[in-house]
């Protein structure tokens, strides 16, 4: 008994990789990799006329690094932060420097995940385009175009270029964005050095407090009208699995799938959090907090306030459970409160749900049926999509890449992936009525 005891415990790792194995090897991404390598900004020469083959060297901007930016953490907390900082290198007049989305510094390229491997670094180009990965400014803006960190690193990581660092020590955190965004904007514009880094080691250069409070509105103007949102776009992997989804999604015609500035006519999609919101919506109402940062704005429709149930816990904690970890029924409810006053509104018809979601397939499918009881034509949620191994490690930016174009958001008041969404479609133009929270 003791030996079968003994050979069972001996082969049980074994048993732990067939497992892991199975669920397969994740992509690499070097296609990605090799793009943006190609990037023009990243040639350290060009040909001096069509006929002279000769080369001569390249004017190059100054560089502007964060070596403390976000890593381990969630997608939109890393991509939030990533905006913000690419923002204060446009408005400064320096190129950004961006990085891999890093889940673990591990020098192996997979980590693990449950009892599965996840990439332990996606280039940021698998999942976003635009100014902040490197991507193209508008016509006529004279701003230089963003790198990457292993750009950075040949260009600025020998003795001869050793980087000019700015302490967060003495930033202004405690005050409003716009006036974070000015003090940094100034400390850049004395520094002639052309590599630059920030050191946050003080304390973070834009922290959870200032995503999480009313303090980062006072950038919404500046940065919903900046090119940093007006030129964001999904990466083509992304956007190659919305198209590949078509059928699901059901656009009006074929071609509304392929072109990004209009809306999915009739869908509204709604952001379901579970996993650890089980906890931390309860946690939530023992810290009082608020919605998300940009949540708050005030020409959004729906408004979070606690304050009558500050006396009585049971009901304060009632509340914050119902915008954040609704019930069937609730969601049922506000998603048939959102059909008929937009209906009402004259906005238009919703006939159609996408409920993005990391909950089990099996609880989605009882709130699917509840949905049709209720007169929805069709749902299709998260659990639904057919993606491949590229796509499989980048589906929440293709979940969101599916909330920003559905005619209606229910967006989550407290997650930074519902903020993310506001404010792509704010930046979109897309009517502020088509907006709205659980």
């Known amino acids: 008994m003791l030996c079968r005891l003994l050979s069972c415990l001996a082969l049980t790792?074994?048993?732990v990789l067939l497992i892991v194995l199975c669920q397969g090897i994740p992509p690499t991404y070097r296609d990605v990799r090799l793009f943006e390598r190609r990037l023009t900004q990243h040639s350290l020469t060009i040909p001096s006329s069509a006929v002279d083959e000769a080369a001569r060297p390249v004017h190059h901007p100054r560089y502007l690094r964060f070596p403390g930016h976000l890593w381990g953490h969630g997608l939109n907390n890393v991509l939030q932060e990533a905006l913000l900082m690419s923002y204060l290198a446009y408005v400064s007049n320096v190129s950004f420097v961006f990085e891999d989305y890093t889940w673990t510094?591990?020098?192996?390229p997979w980590s693990m995940y449950g009892f599965a491997l996840r990439?332990?670094?996606?280039?940021?180009?698998a999942i976003i385009s635009g100014p902040t990965a490197g991507g193209p400014m508008p016509h006529g803006s004279q701003a230089p175009l963003a790198v990457s960190a292993e750009f950075y690193e040949q260009t600025c990581g020998g003795p001869e270029a050793k980087p000019y660092v700015i302490s967060s020590a003495f930033a202004p955190n405690d005050e409003d964005g716009a006036t974070i965004i000015e003090w940094w904007t100034q400390q850049l514009a004395s520094v002639q050095e052309r590599c630059i880094e920030i050191d946050s080691t003080p304390h973070d250069l834009f922290d959870r407090f200032l995503f999480g409070g009313p303090r980062i509105l006072s950038l919404w103007d500046s940065l919903t009208s900046s090119p940093i949102l007006s030129e964001f776009a999904w990466s083509p992997i992304v956007q190659s699995a919305v198209a590949r989804n078509f059928a699901l999604l059901r656009p009006h015609t074929v071609n509304d799938i392929?072109?990004?500035?209009?809306?999915?006519?009739?869908?509204v999609a709604v952001h379901l959090r579970r996993g650890d919101y089980k906890r931390h919506c309860p946690n939530l109402a023992k810290w009082g907090a608020r919605y998300m940062g940009f949540n708050q704005h005030p020409?959004?429709?729906d408004h979070f306030d606690p304050s009558p149930y500050e006396d009585d816990s049971v009901l304060k904690e009632e509340y914050y459970l119902a915008h954040c970890l609704p019930t069937i029924e609730q969601l049922v409810s506000v998603l048939r409160t959102v059909r008929r006053e937009y209906h009402a509104q004259g906005a238009g018809t919703l006939n159609r749900v996408y409920i993005l979601s990391n909950e089990r397939a099996w609880a989605l499918g009882e709130l699917t049926n509840a949905l049709k009881d209720d007169g929805w034509e069709d749902i299709v949620s998260t659990v639904d999509l057919h993606l491949d191994a590229e796509q499989q490690h980048v589906s929440m930016a293709v979940d969101m890449a599916i909330a920003e174009r559905a005619e209606v958001f229910i967006g989550n008041g407290f997650s930074s992936l519902?903020?993310?969404?506001?404010?792509l479609r704010m930046a979109k133009g897309m009517d502020v009525r088509s907006n709205r929270f659980l």
């Open 13 to 15: 790792p074994v048993f």
């Open 258 to 267: 392929y072109a990004t500035s209009s809306s999915l006519q009739g869908l």
């Open 299 to 301: 020409s959004l429709l």
């Open 119 to 125: 990439p332990a670094r996606i280039p940021l180009n």
């Open 418 to 423: 519902s903020s993310n969404v506001v404010l």
């Open 105 to 108: 510094r591990t020098p192996l």
